[in-house]
């Protein structure tokens, strides 16, 4: 029986949006952009596609725009963003455990003559708010800060962040990656104060290589690539219109009945710690109670984490040590932050659960994982 347990890697596409996509990669496979028949029916299904994702979102139609995924967002945001207003200012607030995808566009901004502050977490992962607001300068023209950390599952503080920068009397953009809370948080970009915000298709048992990005209406974005006019310009190239209605679909179903699905990984998620640290001694929850849903990071002292990975893969139980963007580096720059020690983040391996997880699979991970550990223990003699 195969576990997998890697969710927040990626996702299994649901059954729906494999079938979606196989009919735009056959029989509708037209440009959008011709002028005859074929592309007008094209075109009009990725405006209907648009709609409904701005629907979920509680945003308008015209707030939508459709990227290659969660990285190209990330960059289309924060770039389009700081050179669009550079005469504004030149600094930017973002954390210092943001994705990769964050982190890295940040600090190539840093060589380009902008200035950057890296926020600080506590030990649960979570920024601290009254930092945060002696961050903010007059210069200040961006704070990037994502909702849901994607290798402890901590939960920042946006809403509390996009109301402070609301009421400011200059224009301070507010951009949130939501690669890992869209599909596990019930909440709105508008409510949150928030201007742009990133997501990505493969994260919600859509497809791989399709994103999207919330842009608030009046944001001043300046289009880091240009081509065609596609996307009005924000992200110019021929539509990925097979990936663009995988992600319609895949996002409809998630959120249809939303509550339901965040209390079933929830309560998934609680009986994996349970059995857990009921089952194998001496570890260290790295995830917060109060954190998102599906994320459950742990750390088994005394045992290397990538060797258990590996030996659980064996069993046909699928984890991870962290980031699958930045797996192959060695150490989690978030665990670091979050102040554990380097035996502890050498232990530690993320469980992230999904939509086709089952109870029974819970349980006999549990009972594998305390196997495997106890063995290890064994050949070091601790």
Do not use: W
């Amino acid at each position: 029986m195969e576990i997998y347990l890697d969710n927040s890697a990626t996702t299994r596409p649901y059954d729906e949006v494999a079938q979606r996509m196989m009919e735009y990669l056959t029989d509708k496979y037209a440009n959008p952009s011709s002028a005859h028949s074929k592309g007008v029916e094209i075109e009009r299904d990725i405006k209907n596609a648009r709609k409904k994702i701005a629907s979920l979102m509680g945003a308008g139609e015209d707030e939508i725009f459709f990227t290659s995924g969660g990285t190209e967002a990330d960059n289309v945001a924060i770039r389009g963003v700081a050179y669009a207003n550079r005469k504004q200012g030149r600094h930017i607030i973002t954390t210092s455990i943001e994705h990769p995808a964050v982190l890295s566009t940040v600090r190539d901004l840093e060589s380009e003559g902008f200035e950057a502050t890296y926020l600080s977490v506590d030990s649960n992962g979570v920024i601290d708010f009254e930092e945060f607001k002696k961050a903010l300068r007059d210069e200040t023209i961006l704070v990037a800060i994502m909702h849901v950390n994607n290798e402890c599952g901590s939960i920042q503080p946006v809403d509390k962040i996009g109301r402070y920068l609301s009421k400011l009397k200059r224009k301070v953009y507010f951009f949130v990656d939501a690669v890992q809370s869209f599909g596990k948080i019930d909440f709105r970009p508008s409510r949150y104060g928030i201007d742009l915000m990133s997501i990505s298709g493969h994260k919600l048992h859509g497809p791989k290589g399709i994103g999207a990005l919330y842009v608030k209406k009046g944001t001043k974005l300046r289009p880091i690539v240009t081509g065609g006019g596609q996307e009005k310009g924000i992200r110019p190239g021929t539509e990925n219109v097979p990936g663009i209605m995988g992600l319609e679909t895949a996002a409809e179903k998630t959120l249809s009945d939303l509550g339901s699905r965040i209390e079933r990984l929830a309560s998934m998620k609680r009986l994996l710690q349970e059995e857990l640290e009921a089952r194998v001694p001496n570890i260290k929850v790295n995830s917060m109670p109060e954190g998102v849903c599906h994320i459950l990071n742990i750390s088994f002292m005394d045992v290397k984490g990538e060797v258990l990975l590996h030996t659980l893969e064996q069993d046909g139980i699928f984890v991870s040590t962290g980031s699958a963007c930045s797996s192959k580096k060695k150490g989690s720059h978030v665990l670091g932050e979050m102040g554990l020690s380097n035996a502890q983040i050498e232990g530690a391996i993320r469980f992230s659960l999904g939509e086709f997880n089952t109870v029974d699979q819970i349980k006999s991970a549990a009972e594998t994982v305390s196997i495997r550990v106890e063995e290890f223990r064994k050949i070091v003699g601790k």
